[in-house]
């Protein structure tokens, strides 16, 4: 007998801006087509993990998977196995096509490598089946290579050999079940490489074991033939001794001294680059110039996205990019199992938020008035001196000594372009 973990939500349909039902999404829906493209296509949407079975138990996926397992030890593969049945019917319910794989959070760690392997294997056969059975496909796969004690003081930059060996093992098992599982990225796990103090560190020999880690991985997918998209995680506040993922600019910085730049794209965690102070338009946009933005990460259990002239900057950024394919827009799950019809109500206004701004989004660009703006703002640079430097003219400061005065053109300023935005929304 089919074991069903929420009989009391239903499969959530679109009803409609009009509807008041809160298990109902209101602008997503996944056929309709916005410039050529369904909603599922632009914004490719994935759940992003589960937590261990060895937590807490009260996060909503692994709380169901014990009430409904002969074996009550969170830290058993009979759990993790009733894990993917609740998750996998999570994402059905909510009609979310991608899942992510992380290897110790679907499966638990052995008291040896090769148990934890044996772990994993079983795991990647349930979540292999699950997939045939749903259709429901993986978007990435990673290694957890942070909360273990032997990765303390980091894993591909750890002083200790043993431990590099380890987590390239780790990595290697992880790359073989994403390959098995047909998954389109991989998350490279360097988000958490941790020192003490700087003086007692070598951090030019920490960024050569970590460009050697990363080319290993880059040359064993080759290896067996897996061609996803190879992708660093920037968490600019997992902590203050987080030093070699901190921002786009570092990552970038790591990235071109490395030769890495047609391997490596970024996945940006909205939530930390809002704890950081950054605005995540800007964040966003700065990766998108520098053509590395491949995915979005969004915790369901922080300050969740709620701004949707926000989310209609983000989904014009990734429509001028094309959009994220491999990548995709993936939200991890942390909510309590004492109410997962609220688990399940976020992620609807989550997905909803996004659909609607990928909607004013199109809007904007087809009316092409957001552009024009911007061609307002730089037109001192179209003509005259402007354009003589665009060409390399550089006597400027003869120029200015006859002129005697800078020019203020008007131009459109930030907050006409919010306002503008903002108009559409009405």
């Known amino acids: 007998m089919t074991i069903?973990?929420?009989?009391?939500?239903?499969?959530?349909?679109?009803?409609?801006?009009?509807?008041?039902n809160p298990l109902a999404f209101k602008h997503y829906n996944p056929k309709e087509v916005v410039e050529e493209r369904t909603m599922s296509d632009w914004l490719r949407f994935g759940l992003s993990g589960w937590k261990p079975a060895g937590a807490s138990g009260e996060d909503v996926f692994t709380e169901c998977a014990i009430q409904a397992s002969p074996e009550r030890n969170r830290n058993s593969v009979e759990v993790a196995l009733r894990q993917v049945d609740v998750a996998f019917e999570f994402l059905c319910k909510l009609g979310i096509p991608y899942y992510c794989y992380r290897d110790h959070d679907v499966a638990p760690e052995g008291d040896s490598l090769l148990?934890?392997?044996r772990n994993i294997d079983q795991l990647a056969d349930k979540l292999k089946s699950q997939q045939a059975l749903t259709g429901v496909r993986l978007?990435?796969?990673?290694?957890?290579?942070?909360?273990?004690?032997?990765?303390?003081?980091?894993?591909?930059?750890s002083p200790y050999a043993d431990v590099f060996a380890y987590a390239a093992a780790q990595v290697k098992k992880s790359m073989d079940v994403t390959h098995e599982l047909q998954g389109q990225n991989f998350v490279l796990p360097i988000g958490k490489e941790w020192y003490g103090s700087p003086h007692d560190m070598d951090p030019m020999r920490e960024l050569d074991h970590l460009a050697r880690f990363i080319h290993l991985a880059s040359d064993y997918a080759r290896e067996i033939g897996f061609e996803g998209q190879f992708l660093f995680e920037v968490g600019q506040q997992h902590s203050a001794n987080n030093q070699y993922a901190t921002d786009i600019a570092s990552c970038m910085n790591f990235v071109r001294q490395f030769g890495m730049m047609d391997t490596v794209k970024l996945n940006v965690e909205w939530n930390q680059a809002m704890l950081s102070g950054n605005s995540i338009v800007r964040v966003l946009e700065y990766a998108r110039t520098q053509t590395v933005l491949g995915g979005i990460s969004i915790r369901t259990g922080d300050a969740l996205p709620n701004d949707i002239c926000v989310a209609t900057q983000v989904m014009l950024t990734i429509m001028a990019q094309d959009g994220l394919t491999p990548g995709g827009i993936?939200?991890?799950?942390?909510?309590?199992?004492?109410?997962?019809?609220?688990v399940f109500r976020s992620c609807v206004g989550l997905m909803d938020l996004f659909a609607y701004g990928l909607k004013t989004a199109s809007?904007?660009?087809?009316?092409?008035?957001?552009?024009?703006?911007?061609?307002?703002r730089y037109q001192s640079f179209d003509a005259g001196i402007g354009k003589r430097i665009d060409q390399g003219y550089s006597t400027l400061e003869e120029y200015m000594l006859q002129k005697g005065e800078a020019a203020f053109d008007k131009s459109d300023s930030q907050v006409f372009i919010e306002d503008l935005i903002r108009g559409y929304l009405q």
């Not at 978007?139 to 930059?157: C, D, I, N, Q, W």
């Open 115 to 117: 148990q934890s392997n």
């Open 4 to 20: 069903e973990f929420f009989p009391d939500v239903p499969e959530i349909c679109f009803e409609g801006p009009t509807s008041k």
């Open 139 to 157: 978007l990435s796969g990673t290694a957890e290579l942070s909360s273990r004690r032997r990765y303390l003081f980091g894993a591909a930059t």
């Open 363 to 376: 809007k904007i660009r087809k009316e092409g008035v957001l552009f024009e703006a911007l061609k307002r």
């Open 330 to 342: 993936t939200f991890e799950i942390a909510g309590s199992a004492n109410d997962h019809q609220a």
